[in-house]
């Protein structure tokens, strides 16, 4: 991972069909520049404490056609119990409300997807 250890995956399905997921806040844009996915599952939480993060990595995927916002809870908790929102933890940097306000603002074609917990998506 030399860009910096992010942990970042572009799926590709018959060589049509991308999904991009990245599990961290922070990452170098030139990276990812281009990729184009058409779904993004995109780390939101703590956002509000990278520069740009929004604007900047929606421009770098060239604004996906679905977001969908991770992690939203406490992924450290076992699944058999009920998931726990991170505002109960961290506070307002853990706010998916105001996450996905911004996404919509810098994205308003892309459709942004909050999943509830176990739930599936088919976009």
Known sequence: MPEGDSLIYVITISGKF??????TANYIERAIAG?????ALVASIFANQIN???PRLLKALNYPKVILPT?????????SEPPLDLRS???????MDLAVKEIKQVSPKSRVVMLKYFESFAP
């Not at 991308?18 to 599990?23: A, C, E, P, R, T």
């Open 18 to 23: 991308s999904i991009f997921l990245m599990s």
């Open 35 to 39: 990729l184009k996915p058409d779904v």
């Open 52 to 54: 740009d993060y929004p």
């Open 71 to 79: 992690p939203w809870d406490n992924f450290e908790k076992p699944l």
């Open 89 to 95: 933890i961290f506070g307002a940097p853990a706010n």
